[in-house]
């Protein structure tokens, strides 16, 4: 599937991929899509969760925990995935952005890519209806879902255990305390803001690493410091 559905709404596709950065600089051009990327989100956050209990593992229920399920929704619907998702429909070009924000990279920026194919559900939804972004949205996550669980054995439950909770096991085995993580500084341009975040364990760093939001940064810095231990 290399190609998005059409949004026969033009008004609402423009919107869908409008920047706010646009209209600093074109004042007339309607609406940016900051108010689809939240219905989107909203959509996506439902579909997937509705694609993990009732599609993809109807004979495993009994197997996958809420909470494991939990997790596989937040890491299909994060920042990181999304993003190439919208790479892989070429979404960044067909932006409109202003000119800083071309500048800056916005089209091949993750977190403006990340949200623009949520604002682009968030359209398609009110152009069409729930079940016409289901029959999109289903194929392309159940894909990348069937990539992220393991069975750990014949004999033991299906389980999904994202960076976060793989060093938090290891922090607890090793010291016996939960690693904490920090806020220690933010930087971008409004358009493109991100936390800086620190993960220790017992006071001593262990990874960075950087997000559009808190909880992204904080996946990446336990990402970075299973890697320095060798774990990933």
Same mark, same amino acid.
């Given at each position: 599937m290399t190609k998005l559905p059409e949004i026969k709404n033009e008004q609402l596709r423009l919107q869908a991929l409008t920047h706010r950065?646009?209209?600093n600089e074109h004042?007339?051009?309607?609406?940016?899509n900051e108010r689809?990327?939240? %219905?989107? *989100? /909203?959509v996506l956050g439902f579909l997937v969760g509705e694609l993990l209990f009732k599609k993809r593992y109807p004979e495993d229920m009994t197997k996958m925990s809420e909470a494991n399920m939990t997790r596989l929704r937040s890491v299909l619907v994060d920042e990181k995935q999304l993003a190439k998702f919208a790479v892989q429909f070429n979404l960044g070009e067909l932006l409109r952005l202003g000119k800083g924000a071309i500048r800056d990279g916005g089209r091949t920026n993750p977190s403006l %890519?990340? *949200? /623009?194919?949520?604002a682009y559900i968030g359209a398609y939804y009110l152009d069409t209806h729930i079940d016409a972004v289901r029959e999109f949205i289903h194929p392309l996550f159940s894909a990348v879902a069937n990539e992220m669980v393991f069975p750990q054995s014949e004999t033991t439950p299906q389980t999904l255990i994202d960076c976060k909770n793989r060093f938090q096991q290891w922090a607890l085995e090793k010291s016996g305390e939960n690693p904490k993580y920090y806020v220690i500084g933010e930087s971008g341009p409004d358009h493109a803001k991100e936390f800086c975040i620190e993960v220790r364990v017992r006071d001593k760093v262990y990874g960075y690493g950087k997000g559009k939001r808190k909880q992204d940064g904080e996946k990446k810095a336990a990402e970075v410091a299973l890697q320095k231990l060798g774990l990933l």
């Open positions: 950065s646009y209209l004042p007339n051009a309607g609406e940016d689809l990327e939240f %219905l989107g *989100d /909203a %890519l990340s *949200d /623009a194919f949520e």
